[in-house]
């Protein structure tokens, strides 16, 4: 028997993948994206969240929203829209957004890769550590996308974050390491 959170997962992806097979169908990406993004935010404010999951007045302010929203929403956003509000499903809302990106960067053969350092990376830095990336990729026409998130609690060397995968080689960590086989 599955967890309800595992069935979540589960309603999620399968949201998220049909709203990326209507978005490559359409070359509209980036608009669903936006959609997903609105929808997480506005799920995500108490006050709307309890009106808009509340059973007897959710109907009426998802049509206030569409209507004040007609600019935003296309028919397939607003058939979305009401699908989700039809089957109480909003609390999914950031899991569908989540795989959604994913589904987005594996079509478009894109990684993102985080990397956390004390300072700025250099261009040289960066292109040294993409073209590393992509020595060990199986497939080379991947697009390594890099944004540099600057930590100097790390006090030194880098933590690099590929997908959910995390490569940790902080100075912190291997203290914190050290600390721990210390004590054992």
């Not at 999951?53 to 009401?82: A, E, G, Y």
Request: proline share 2%; glycine share 2%; with cysteine.
């Amino acid at each position: 028997m599955k967890s309800k959170n595992q069935y979540h997962c589960l309603i999620a992806r399968k949201y998220a993948q049909v709203i990326i097979d209507i978005a490559i169908e359409n070359n509209m990406m980036s608009y669903w994206q936006n959609i997903l993004e609105f929808l997480v935010e506005l799920a995500n404010t108490d006050s709307i969240y309890k009106v808009i999951t509340h059973p007897i007045l959710c109907n009426q302010i998802i049509d206030i929203i569409i209507n004040v929203c007609t600019n935003i929403f296309n028919s397939k956003s607003k058939s979305f829209l009401l699908l989700i509000t039809k089957n109480k499903q909003f609390n999914i809302l950031p899991s569908i957004l989540f795989y959604f990106k994913y589904l987005k960067n594996k079509n478009l053969k894109s990684i993102v890769v985080d990397i956390t350092s004390i300072k700025k990376l250099s261009i040289q830095q960066k292109d040294n550590l993409i073209n590393k990336i992509l020595s060990i990729l199986p497939d080379k026409t991947y697009k390594i996308r890099l944004n540099n998130i600057i930590n100097s609690n790390i006090i030194g060397g880098i933590i690099l974050r590929i997908n959910n995968t995390i490569f940790d080689g902080s100075i912190l960590n291997h203290l914190n390491q050290l600390k721990h086989f210390l004590k054992n």
